[in-house]
Nanobody, 123 residues
Framework: QAQLLESGGRSVQAGGSLSLSCVASEDRLSSNVMGWFRQTPRKEREFVALISWSGGTAYYGDSVKGRFIISRDNAKNTVYLQMNSLKAEDTGVYYC????????????????WGQGTQVIVST
């Protein structure tokens, strides 16, 4: 019944920017750590970024540091991922996820997932 819905994925040129959003259907989901992951057919699901409930603490995977920004608006039950200076290696399906307790970059520690939105970066 609780749902996470990602949107914003599309095809863009390398060097460009793209913004993703994820809306939670219930306040309970948005009042916890929220994160972004991505996956390609040739790789395991990879951590991208996470943000604390207050929005005051964020953590990024090494491959996206300095290029991506995660933020959240609890009044809108929404988390965002601003992606800049995109590379071909950023191509993949991006998933929004919620962890009800703790702090982790491991997919198995997250409790709820969205359906994913596809990002394709062309060169």
């Amino acid at each position: 019944q609780a749902q996470l819905l990602e949107s914003g994925g599309r095809s863009v040129q390398a060097g460009g920017s793209l913004s993703l959003s994820c809306v939670a259907s219930e306040d309970r989901l948005s009042s916890n750590v929220m994160g972004w992951f991505r996956q390609t057919p040739r790789k395991e699901r990879e951590f991208v970024a996470l943000i604390s409930w207050s929005g005051g603490t964020a953590y990024y995977g090494d491959s996206v540091k300095g290029r991506f920004i995660i933020s959240r608006d609890n009044a809108k039950n929404t988390v965002y991922l601003q992606m800049n200076s995109l590379k071909a290696e950023d191509t993949g399906v991006y998933y929004c996820a919620v962890m009800l307790g703790g702090w982790s970059t491991e997919p198995e520690d997250y409790d709820y997932w969205g359906q994913g939105t596809q990002v394709i970066v062309s060169t």
